[in-house]
């Protein structure tokens, strides 16, 4: 009979710490080679591992942690080797980086079948001739894709010859790119946003889906009523010397551009003010990742209640990476509690790096012949004939709320010089009648990102993500206030010119009334996550190509031997 043995009792903690992922690097070879071979695939791993690390970011800055084995993968033996020292050392996502030829079977898919079947894997490899490295990738990738799995094959460049060969910098921001999109599905699985009140003012393309969004994504859903939030408010849940370091935080970067009519309207900010600490503090004691807010109908706009002031200003410095404690990462949040908008921000946010999210109506598509027209109705006559609203138009982004202070000057400028340019001004009575304050400011132009927004369809069970290159871009000042003052002139305003869609196609195809934009997000790292996730990529404009060459990830041959991404994915989605 066996010994008894006792249980271990795990140490008690205070507050848990969520999983930060690990990237794992290793390489195959082939027992037979010379010795100098074995120490040059060696060299090969750690070169690898030294270019990943520092290079890939969560939003708040951490480095991802990155882990390589110098045991040369030659058969079963040393895949169980690898694989208990991953293991160990916590890896979920893995690179393996090979320089000769070897056995798939033997080598790494022994050590893939000991993780989880959706951990992200990745083939990067030189197109080397002596020992044949890429050889064996495209030998593995065809092994892997045939049973349908998934793996980025990423065939750059290094030497053939020498112990310590480099790979080209393109090789490298190829990798990099896919391990941004690998973190950011490892780093949300098991993670929660957390939402105030109901459905988001009944729109259905901003419903919770909560379990295909569980099932797609990992992520949970946690929903508080607006009643707490109420309640906290009125029991002055939040630290007084806080609150009062926050708004003379607001006093001095923006002034008498705060406008407060009378005491009783300073009161109504204050407030405002309160609910970012509140909710701040709630957010962390969950560990949450981002959040959204209702507001409209019931918490500002409900005349048969007691309407409360607008979460604007609250909802502004959750997406900013500032505030009055100084620099902070953005939390993705969302006005009128619309999850879909939230997910696509929290995606962009990930694989950004840390970038600050934007939140937009899709408010007025503006064809390039109907701000012709306008200007010439306002007698303006010296017009750059040349610029991109001029010939192509543009799109009026603009919304009561959750607009990053960010968003109102150029990426990399001073939190002075980014506040002087916000304003907050009442906030429109008919909408808000519960008061408070907006915010606005103008989005300069040339900022370079990718807008877009997610769609889920209950026809396939499939999310979707319609999306484009676009840039922000400026009009004459005469001209930009008229059509401002068309829409909304007390929101924040950004003009979007997308790369690839034209304005009809702009706005005949958003899937919801809200879209959303991240700055320096390269176009490879959505495309690997939305492989990864098995989201849909929808780019129907007329003018993009199917392939661009350095600007595109390429497809995953397990696509292409399924008929097609969308059939991959439509068909995976129901095993």
Not at 74 to 101: H, L, N, S, Y
Not at 207 to 214: E, Y
Not at 239 to 255: A, M
């Amino acid at each position: 009979m066996a010994k008894r043995t006792e249980a271990s009792q795990l140490p008690n903690m205070k507050k848990a710490t969520p999983k930060v992922p690990v990237i794992g690097v290793f390489a195959t070879s082939d027992p037979r080679i010379d010795e100098d071979s074995r120490t040059r695939g060696q060299n090969i791993v750690k070169m690898a591992a030294d270019i990943v690390s520092g290079s890939v970011l969560l939003p708040d800055k951490t480095p991802v942690p990155v882990a390589y084995s110098t045991v040369l993968v030659d058969g079963e033996a040393q895949a169980d080797m690898v694989a208990e020292q991953f293991r160990k050392a916590g890896v979920d996502i893995i690179i393996c980086v090979p320089d000769t030829w070897a056995f798939p079977q033997l080598t790494t898919i022994s050590l893939l079948q000991q993780f989880p079947a959706e951990t992200p894997f990745n083939i990067t490899c030189g197109n080397s001739g002596p020992r044949p490295g890429v050889v064996y990738a495209h030998a593995l990738n065809g092994a892997l894709s045939q049973y349908g799995r998934m793996a980025a094959l990423n065939v750059g460049t290094w030497p053939d010859t020498g112990l310590t060969p480099q790979m080209t910098e393109q090789t490298a921001r190829n990798l990099i790119d896919w391990c941004y999109a690998a973190v950011a599905k490892v780093a949300l699985r098991g993670r929660r946003v957390v939402i105030f009140g109901h459905d988001s003012m009944g729109m259905e393309t901003a419903l919770a889906h909560v379990l295909p969004t569980r099932n797609t994504f990992g992520l949970e859903i946690t929903r508080l009523d607006m009643k707490l939030l109420a309640d906290m408010l009125n029991k002055k849940a939040y630290k007084e010397k806080e609150l009062k370091d926050l708004r003379g935080w607001i006093d001095r970067y923006v002034g008498k551009r705060l406008e407060l009519p009378n005491d009783e309207a300073s009161e109504r900010f204050n407030m405002s003010l309160a609910m970012y600490l509140i909710v701040r503090d709630l957010m962390n004691d969950l560990n949450a990742v981002g959040g959204g807010f209702m507001s409209q109908l019931e918490w500002g706009s409900d005349r048969r209640g007691l309407p409360l002031p607008v979460a604007d200003v609250m909802e502004s410095f959750f997406n900013s990476t500032f505030d009055h404690t100084g620099t902070k990462a953005p939390v993705p949040y969302a006005t009128e509690a619309d999850v879909q908008g939230l997910l696509t921000m929290l995606v962009m946010t990930y694989l950004s790096g840390g970038n600050p999210p934007l939140f937009m109506d899709f408010r007025k598509v503006w064809e390039a012949w109907e701000i012709q027209e306008l200007a010439g109705k306002l007698g303006l006559k010296k017009l750059d004939k040349q610029a991109d609203w001029y010939t192509k138009g543009l799109v009026d982004g603009d919304n009561s709320g959750s607009a990053s202070f960010d968003w109102a000057a150029a990426p990399g400028a001073t939190v002075k010089q980014i506040m002087d340019r916000v304003s907050m001004p009442m906030a429109d009575e008919f909408y808000f009648p519960g008061g408070g304050n907006s915010v606005t400011f103008m989005t300069p132009a040339g900022i370079d990102g990718i807008a877009a927004r997610m769609a889920y369809s209950s026809v396939t069970g499939l999310f979707s993500l319609i999306w484009d290159e676009a840039h922000t871009t400026e009009v004459p000042e005469t001209l930009g206030k008229a059509m401002c003052d068309l829409t909304t002139p007390t929101w924040p305003h950004t003009f979007v010119v997308p790369k690839y869609a034209s304005m009809v196609e702009y706005k005949q195809y958003p899937p919801a009334n809200h879209f959303h934009m991240t700055w320096n997000l390269p176009v490879a790292r959505l495309q690997h996550w939305m492989d990864l996730t098995g989201v849909l990529s929808v780019t129907p404009w007329a003018a993009r190509p199917s392939f661009i060459e350095g600007v595109d990830r390429p497809s995953p041959l397990t696509h292409l031997i399924n008929g097609g991404e969308n059939a991959y994915k439509t068909l995976t989605a129901k095993r």
